[in-house]
């Protein structure tokens, strides 16, 4: 399976950003996706998942500012992330919300004045 993640950039304290994700294997859209991080030094982390086209799940770090989404029946999973932090400065990618493997080259988010 091949996941290519698009989307990310430098963007100011406060700002936004949407993030995309296409992957190749269509039974991808049957299954809960996520999104995940990871920052300099430290761990991958899970961020966000979905489950079907509505159910979502977050980690407290991003709850109330990111908010996962598919375009069904698209091989796409978006991330809208807003009111950005510093601490949000990370690789993003996507991938299975449950034993993910075969990760992308994900897409780097950087949030700097």
């Known amino acids: 399976v091949q996941f290519v993640e698009s989307g990310g950039g430098l963007v100011q304290p406060g700002g936004s950003l949407r993030l995309s994700c296409e992957f190749s294997?269509?039974?991808?859209?049957?299954?809960?996706m996520g999104w995940y991080r990871q920052a300099p030094g430290k761990q991958r982390e899970l961020v966000a998942t979905?489950?079907?086209?509505?159910?979502?799940n977050y980690a407290d770090s991003v709850k109330g500012r990111f908010a996962i989404s598919r375009d069904f029946p698209e091989n796409t999973v978006y991330l809208q992330m807003n009111s950005l932090k510093p601490e949000d400065t990370a690789v993003y990618y996507c991938?299975?919300?449950?034993?993910?493997?075969?990760w992308g080259q994900g897409t780097q988010v950087t949030v700097s004045s």
């Open positions: 979905i489950v079907g086209v509505s159910s979502t």
């Open positions: 294997q269509s039974a991808l859209r049957f299954i809960p």
């Open positions: 991938n299975r919300a449950n034993a993910p493997y075969d």
